[in-house]
């Protein structure tokens, strides 16, 4: 540890020992609020209290107002001075932004993986269509979208690129929430979960002009879930740009108050 952080004292990079108590705490402040919000734990326009989350997380001010900085970089959270901070509400033009990169890399990540997946890669995915189902069985909508999240980024590492995943991530909250709130459209999870088979059926298959329809029309559904929760949650929306139509005609079963 002494030669590690003797180097990193040489080269100017910064080991997780070298961290302050308060940088510690901005960080785990940060990373929780952050889940709080995209998970929407803390729904768009909630008002955010420093003192009250200071108290409920057990650490001053100084990491709660500094985490909330970030979280407004992120666009996550409005800061408006002598008002107060809250919540932002979803921008559709942030989600379609994060939802471009996304199939962007993905796409290109399954064309690598249709040439590199075998038997072990393939068996994989189907254990995680499988968890999906129990998720789904379970009525367990936070449970189905973290094995959601599970089968992408496997279906992700299997290109090789084990570590483009967190790229994805970091870039995608308001797409992730605007996800979230899709899960309880009528029978949207069980077309999920028949998406997700069709990429891994041609995957497994070597076919990758299908694998990759399969997987563009499974990505780009978003814009016709974020069109049906707008027209009955407008309250969680921000002004945006008109929605692209899918790449393919999907029958959605809508959306009741």
């Known amino acids: 540890m002494r030669d590690e952080q003797r180097r990193s004292r ?21 990373a929780l ?7 929407l734990e803390l729904l768009p326009g909630a008002p955010l ?5 200071a108290a409920e997380l057990d650490v001053s001010r100084t990491p709660v107002r500094e985490a909330l900085i ?3 970089e992120e666009s996550l959270v409005d800061i408006f001075p002598k008002l107060g901070t809250f919540v932002s509400r979803i921008s559709v033009d942030a989600v379609l932004e994060a939802q471009f990169m996304r199939e962007a890399l993905e796409l290109a990540a399954l064309r690598e993986a249709v040439k590199r997946a075998d038997g072990a890669d393939i068996a994989a995915l189907r ?30 590492e299997t290109s090789g690129h084990r570590t483009l995943w967190r790229t994805v991530t970091t870039a995608k909250a308001h797409l992730d929430r605007a996800r979230r709130l899709s899960l309880p459209l009528p029978h949207r999870v069980e077309h999920l979960i028949d998406e997700h088979r069709a990429v891994v ?26 069109g049906t929760i707008q027209a009955v949650r407008p309250e969680l929306f921000v ?8 790449s393919r005609p999907r029958a959605h079963p809508g959306l009741h108050a």
């Open 239 to 246: 002004e945006s740009a008109e929605l692209p139509p899918p």
């Open 33 to 39: 609020l952050r889940s709080r919000i995209t998970s």
């Open 49 to 53: 209290s420093e003192n009250e989350l």
């Open 201 to 226: 059926d041609a995957l497994e298959e070597r076919d990758a002009a299908r694998a990759e329809e399969a997987l563009r029309g499974h990505l780009q559904g978003v814009f016709d879930d974020i």
């Open 70 to 72: 970030l979280l407004g």
């Open 10 to 30: 040489k080269t100017g990079r910064r080991t997780p020992e070298d961290a302050t108590p308060r940088e510690s705490n901005r960080v785990r402040v940060h």
């Open 127 to 156: 254990a995680a269509l499988d968890a999906q189902r129990d998720a789904f069985e379970a009525a367990d909508d936070d449970l189905f979208f973290e094995e959601d999240e599970a089968f992408h980024r496997r279906l992700m």
